[in-house]
Every structure is written in C-alpha cells, then in structure tokens.
C-alpha cells in the first residue's frame, strides 16, 4: 500500500545524500532523525495514503526550518499538522508563510483528504538547509546545486516508483527550481513536462492581494495534472 511504501520511503531520506562533501557551513535539516517526527509522519501516511491510488507528484524547493524541517510533512508547519491534519504534536507552534498559503489552497482545494488523495509531496532536495541561521536553498550554493544532482534523481526515481508513473510534475516556484527540474527532467526523463507554480511563500509576500486568482490558478493547475497523470 502507498501508506506503508511511503513511510518507509521517508525513514530513507539519506540514502545517497552526500552528508561527506557538504561545506561545514551548511546544517543539514533532516526532521526523519527525530522519534516523535517518524512517528507523526507513520500517523499522516495512514490516515490519507492507506491506498493504492495513483498520486501526482509536487516539488517543492527544500524543508524549511519552520515547516517541512520540523514536522517532515512538506508546506505544513506545527500548527496546520494540529489544526487541519489532526496530529497533535509538541513542536513549538508558530507559523510559517508558505504553510499558511497552502492550507488556505487546500481547503479551496476540498480539504486535506481530497488534496492528499490526489497529490504527494515532496522536494527536489528532501532535506533542508540552513546557513548562518537562515533557510538555504540548494540553488543558492554552486557547490550544493551541483553535489544533490545525483540525491535528487535517485529519491526522484525511488517516489515516482511508489506513486504511479508521471506525464507531469508539478514544481512550486518557477525561476531556478523550475529550471534545475527541466534541465533533470530533460536527462532523467522522468517525465513529459515540468509544470511550475508559483512559490507559496512569493505568493504572499509579494501578491496576497491577488490571493483568490492565485489560489484558483493552483486548483485547476493541479487537478488539470492529476486527472492528467491518470491517465497514464
């Protein structure tokens, strides 16, 4: 079952990753290594993977220190994992901005059980970064861009295995993630496209005036590739 296949995915996240060649400088968040966060994400596969339902595969860019690098649930910070997934936790509750807009989208979306029954996901690099304090972007380091090639498309391979095959993968954030996945995407052919989607936390920063035309171009982006992908 996805449920079980996920998991078990996620307990591996290492697997491959270069831990030996990352500059010292860079802290490496890998929320899996913690008891309470295996036991949170054995919860949340149960409740909305336990099928063999194909899902679509979104990307984000990497886990961020408040959201994703904490709770090991991508774009869902402590308080949503409470609020909307029903698992309570003991992390210290506050939000994060691109978690926010994406609760918001799911709701719109038809809830986390429809959201979740359709999608999974994940990140070009699952574990996170973090540098003199703040989040990282792997794009944002040469040297890091370069050394998760081989990562990204082994862990790329290995979820793409256990949700179905891929017509389209979803990127959010266009510009350098979207890039570094069609150039991927364009060696590994992992699938047709790569469609991008702008990033949640650009979204509302910059354009949360615009939330409503934004949140509705997200759902029928998403449910336009997944009923795509389905038909595979």
Known sequence: MNNKLLFEYHKE????????????????LDPYEDDKTIENIEIFFDKYYKDKEHRTVILGINPGRFG????????????????ELGIPNNYNKRHELSSQYIYQMISDYGGPEKYYGDVVVSAVSPLGFEKDGKNLNYY???????????????????????????????????GKNQKYLEDLNKKEQLAEEIVALPH?????????RYLKDYTSHYINTISSVVDKNRSV
């Open 140 to 174: 944002d380091d040469k040297n890091l861009k370069s050394l998760i090639y081989d990562y990204s498309v082994h862990q790329l391979k290995k979820l793409i295995a256990i949700v179905g095959p891929q017509k389209s993968i979803i990127s959010l954030g266009g």
């Open 13 to 28: 996240l290492k697997e491959k990753f270069p831990t030996d060649k990352i500059d010292s400088s860079i802290n490496v």
């Open 200 to 208: 949640p936390r650009y979204i509302m920063q910059y354009k949360r």
């Open 68 to 83: 994703a690098g904490v709770t090991g649930i991508p774009f869902t910070d402590p308080i949503y994992m409470d609020s």
